[in-house]
């Protein structure tokens, strides 16, 4: 069974960033598309970013332009690197692949990123 694991969360001040890591226990060519949704307390599960099998990427609106999501083939992981991080940026982070071929999702257990103001 597919896992991801996902790290790299934490506390960080406004302004400030942080990489979110998100390993694969297979190979990333499996997936067609992988990502990263977040959630608030009280709100929806909101899409972050997305990056596809052939490198194409999608961001949120409250996201372009600060994070950027990139991939390491050989280390089967998907990066978010996070600059500029603003208090609403607070959630649990979740990583998610779509494995080829397959209606399934695959899901992280998440991560905490928390941003002080």
């Known amino acids: 069974q597919v896992q991801l694991v996902e790290s790299g969360g934490g506390l960080v001040q406004a302004g400030g960033s942080l990489r979110l890591s998100c390993a694969a226990s297979?190979?990333?060519?499996?997936?067609?598309?992988m990502g990263w949704y977040r959630q608030a307390p009280g709100k929806q599960r909101d899409l972050v970013a997305v990056?596809?099998?052939?490198?194409?990427?999608y961001y949120a609106d409250s996201v372009k332009g600060r994070f950027t999501i990139s991939r390491d083939n050989a280390q089967n992981t998907v990066y978010l690197q996070m600059n500029s991080l603003k208090p609403e940026d607070t959630a649990v982070y979740s990583c998610?692949?779509?494995?080829?071929?397959?209606?399934?999702?695959?899901w992280g257990q998440g991560t905490q990123v928390t941003v002080s103001s």
């Open positions: 990056i596809t099998s052939g490198g194409g990427t």
């Open positions: 297979t190979t990333i060519f499996s997936f067609n598309a």
């Open positions: 998610y692949a779509t494995p080829t071929g397959s209606i399934q999702i695959v």
